[in-house]
Every structure is written in C-alpha cells, then in structure tokens.
C-alpha cells in the first residue's frame, strides 16, 4: 500500500526510499531500510602574522554512502542467494528516483569500502555498505604491472 500524507499546508515531506543499487557482487533484490549520505573534505588553516586564521583551504572532497538493506526474493532462498557483501573496491552504481536536483547529489559511481551483516535472533537479517566516491570523479581500476 502506498503512503498517504495528511496535514496541514505546508508539511509535506519525502517519504520512503528510492534507492537502486547495482554492481559486481552486489545483492540481487533487496528491501531498502534505511541510507545516510555525508559530504565532506581535508582542510588547512592558514593563520596571519598574529596567529589568527586568516584563509581556510578546503580540498580532496568525498562522498560517503551507508545503505542499509534487507536481503529479500520470491523464496527464502532467492533471498539467501542474496545475502552477500560487496568486495572491497568493487564498483557499486546508486539510482536515486527521489533525487529531484541536478546533478544528484546521491546518484553515482561509488567504491566500496567495507560492510557488515547484522543476524537477528528475533528479526530480518540486514545488509550495510559503507561506499565512497570523490570529487574528482570516478576512480579507475588500475591494472597490476
């Protein structure tokens, strides 16, 4: 069943997921549960004569992803044929149909850098990725000489 907002003029708000997730090693079908995506970059301060910073230099942006998704399928086991994590360093490709911008901020290439399985005794299984990319762009693999 799809969401109904109700409220008064003036509080509408995103609600759900719209996050599709594709790659080398990366889970088939999945149930979204939850995403956080962070920006952030080095800095240097560069203080004046009298010790006070004058000029703040800001570089070598990153992009970080942490999706959280629930293994899923038409059986159980179409389900535990997707409880697998990305290698490390793999390509992981985001979609994000609740992006309006241009570009979008969350859409993208990115590399992941690790994850984690979550097991319940009293619950789903989850799935987290924690992904990155740059602001230079996509990273290339670079081949062994």
Sequence with gaps: MAAIQKGSSGNGVIWSMGIGISGTGVLAT???????????SKEK????ADGETTTLVLYDTKMD???????????????????????????????????TGSPSEVAAQYICMGGTKRYQIDGEEHITMNLRRYGVGTLSTIAAS
């Excluded at 979204?32 to 920006?39: G, I, L, M, R």
């Excluded at 942490?66 to 990305?86: E, F, M, Y």
């Design 45 to 48: 301060e560069i203080p004046g």
């Design 65 to 99: 992803l942490t999706v959280d998704v629930v293994p899923s399928g038409a059986t159980v086991a179409a389900a535990k044929s997707c409880n697998i994590l990305p290698a490390i360093g793999a390509d992981v490709t985001i979609t994000d149909s609740q992006e």
């Design 30 to 40: 999945f149930k979204q549960s939850n995403a956080d995506y962070t920006e952030s």
